[in-house]
């Protein structure tokens, strides 16, 4: 059951969030949009394609401080931050719901995830969408207030307690609409059937199709950067110019650069680009499947738009034979 708000509303909806948490919104950025610390709704693009960075950079940031020392004392960096989202599509909505699948104990994940408010937005998928073969056009509880567009106004919906608070504001209107489940329809450029797909991957492990990726892949990672649910991480000792001062950072990593699979003794279990990028695809759409039910991926189209090489995932996804 949904509450409509009138568009000019929206406004007194960010500013209530506003006052008890620091406001991340999609941002028009010269030709990109960008999610950022918005503190006036006017800089706030709602109608917006994709950002180029999905939420976890906010999640599991770049860099991340797990502790700090100082003369031997360790000094404990749990994040503190209320952060809301205002305006996430249901495809990143949704990657955050798949990351809590792995990092629900992680104490600084955890501590963001539990202080945070996840308010989405409709979105009109774009040529590179497929989120609808992924699963990931469903609204789940991962948000908390979805607002879907309709006419001059938005439906929101509420799927958690922190939702229904905002629900029973006066700036949405008393009449009540009614939906059995919110989902994003469209015609997808390539549809197809993931699951299938998942289980080729191990059986046809020669296929020609990673030979010829790795050709014209450049190992750039911008796709596994873009991607909001690749999170492949470091983790580095900083030491600073003051004596025993530093700290533990996790960082990014990505399963696509040669450094990553190589262990003590110079041994390196993905040698070439070949086994790399057929790494990428078993984890996202066969153990990731088989661990959780649902793939690794939401169709977000960020790996394909921000390819320099052209790669489409979903072309070499149907050519596993996932139609
Ligand atoms: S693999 Fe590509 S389409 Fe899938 S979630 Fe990651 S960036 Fe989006
Ligand atoms: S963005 Fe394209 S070229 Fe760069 S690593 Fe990914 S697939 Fe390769």
Same mark, same amino acid.
């Given at each position: 059951?949904?509450?409509?708000? %009138? ?14 948490? =620091?406001?991340?919104? /999609? ?10 610390? @918005? ?6 693009? $709602? ?8 939420? =976890? ?5 770049? =860099? ?23 305006? $996430? ?9 798949? &990351? ?22 409709? #979105?009109? /998928? ?12 469903? &609204?789940?509880?991962? *948000? ?22 905002? &629900? ?13 489940? @919110? ?12 699951? %299938?797909?998942?289980?080729?991957? $191990? ?16 190992? *750039?990672?911008? #796709?596994?950067?873009?991607? /909001?649910? *690749? ?19 996790? #960082?990014?990593?990505?399963? &696509?650069?040669?450094? !990553? ?30 661990? !959780? ?14 390819? /320099? ?15």
């Amino acid at each position: 059951m949904g509450k409509k708000i %009138k568009k000019e509303n929206l406004k007194k909806l960010f500013e209530d969030i506003s006052k008890e948490y =620091k406001v991340i919104a /999609p941002v028009k950025r010269e030709d990109d949009y960008v999610l950022m610390e @918005v503190k006036d709704f006017s800089q706030v693009a $709602l109608d917006y394609p994709t950002t180029v960075l999905p939420p =976890k950079k906010f999640l599991l940031p770049y =860099k991340d401080t797990i502790f700090a020392f100082d003369g031997g004392e360790f000094k404990e960096t749990i994040p503190e931050e209320k952060i809301a989202f205002f305006g $996430l599509h249901l495809c990143d909505v949704n990657a955050i719901g798949r &990351l809590d699948l792995v990092f629900w104990n992680d104490p600084y994940y955890r501590a963001r995830r539990d202080k945070m408010l996840v308010v989405g937005i409709s #979105c009109k /998928p774009s040529e590179s969408c497929f989120c609808k073969s992924t699963g990931a056009n469903v &609204l789940t509880n991962a *948000c908390d207030l979805y607002l879907k567009a309709e006419g001059d106004s938005y439906v929101g919906f509420s799927m958690t307690e922190k939702g229904r608070k905002l &629900l029973s504001q006066l700036y949405f209107g008393p009449e009540t609409v009614e939906e059995r489940e @919110v989902r994003v329809e469209y015609e997808e450029k390539i549809p197809l059937d993931i699951y %299938k797909i998942g289980k080729r991957i $191990l059986e046809d492990y020669n296929n020609p199709i990673w030979e010829e990726t790795a050709k014209k892949c450049l190992a *750039c990672t911008n #796709c596994t950067l873009v991607c /909001p649910l *690749c999170y492949c991480y470091d983790v580095i000792d900083e030491t600073f110019v003051v004596p025993n001062e530093g700290q533990r950072v996790r #960082c990014w990593d990505s399963c &696509l650069l040669l450094s !990553f699979a190589r262990v003590a003794g110079g041994h390196n279990f993905r040698k070439d680009l070949k086994a790399r990028y057929r790494n990428v695809y078993t984890h996202k759409f066969k153990t990731f499947v088989d661990e !959780f039910g649902v793939p690794s991926c939401v169709g977000c189209g960020r790996c394909v738009t921000f390819c /320099p090489a052209d790669i489409d995932l979903r072309e070499n996804l149907s050519k596993l034979g996932g139609v």
